[in-house]
């Protein structure tokens, strides 16, 4: 079989950048490579690695959710709210689903029936769920939460961190849902080519509301994360998380375009954003500098995705 190099780049360049990370850090830092650092690595990659899950449906379909920040942040404050005034747990959790459910679908309805593009949209609900934050916690965080409550982001299982196993189920279920349901097929179609997709019949535009919807819970899931292991709803919770959730998107293979991708590849991507976060902290980096590597990181990530395509 001929040895095609390029090919193999393209298949497996994430694989191996996270490999070739992962040693140069471990040189750096002792500590790096630690069971307890990587825990912590995997764990704080959840939060927003569940975000990155529900912004794979949206990128593959072709659009963007720029909101995924402000909703958490909205999701959890209300959920924080209700539990400080001795809401039982299960209410609060289907509260802060249904508040993810419909900036989702507020989203979804706006850019297919609305046509309005996706960056518009979510972009107006970034600041919408963002006001909506600061004017019902009146700008100070919301802290004291029961130990049932707190178990979500700080229990474990096994050893093994609830956020941990709520990421990995999150990721299994999504790719199930584009593998093997009409769903998933759809969603790949649409990001393929929407019109085709109209012209056969299907309603595309259902499908396209529900993978904001999709992304909306995704948010919600990681607010009660979020929230849960700080013990404190911060009304700028998820601030800047939209940066971390695309790059971690686009880094694991999904094309900004739409139609090809995957959520294993978004699973190494956020892996691959965590262990740079966590490298540059451990390396003592400031974080006015570590802004710029993420910026670096994005345009890197999009000019890679149109490399991709140019060689397609």
Known sequence: MKFNIKHIFRSYGIVIAFIIICAILTILSPVFLSITNILNIVRQSSIFGIMAIGMTFIILTGGIDLSVGSILAIAGAVAAGMLKSGVGMLPVVLVALLIGIGCGLANGLLITIGRIAPFVVTLGMMSIARSLTLIFTKGYPISGFNETYRFIGGGDILSVP????????????????????????????????????????????????????????????????????????????????????????????????????????????????????????LLGISPYFQLFVKGLIIIGAVLLDRLRQTAD
């Open 162 to 281: 609830v956020p941990i196993i709520i990421f990995i189920l999150t990721v299994v279920i999504a790719w199930l849902i584009l593998t093997q349901t009409r769903l998933g097929r759809y969603t790949y179609a649409i990001g393929g080519n929407e019109e085709t997709v109209k012209l056969s019949g299907i309603n595309s535009n259902f499908y396209k509301t529900i993978v904001y919807i999709i992304s909306g819970i995704a948010s919600a899931i990681s607010a009660l994360i979020l929230t849960s292991r700080l013990n404190s709803a911060e009304p700028v919770a998820g601030q800047g998380y939209e940066l971390d959730v695309i790059a971690a998107v686009v880094i694991g293979g999904t094309s900004l375009s739409g139609g090809r991708g995957g959520v294993w590849g978004t699973l190494i991507g956020a892996l691959l954003i965590g262990v740079i976060n966590n490298g540059m902290n």
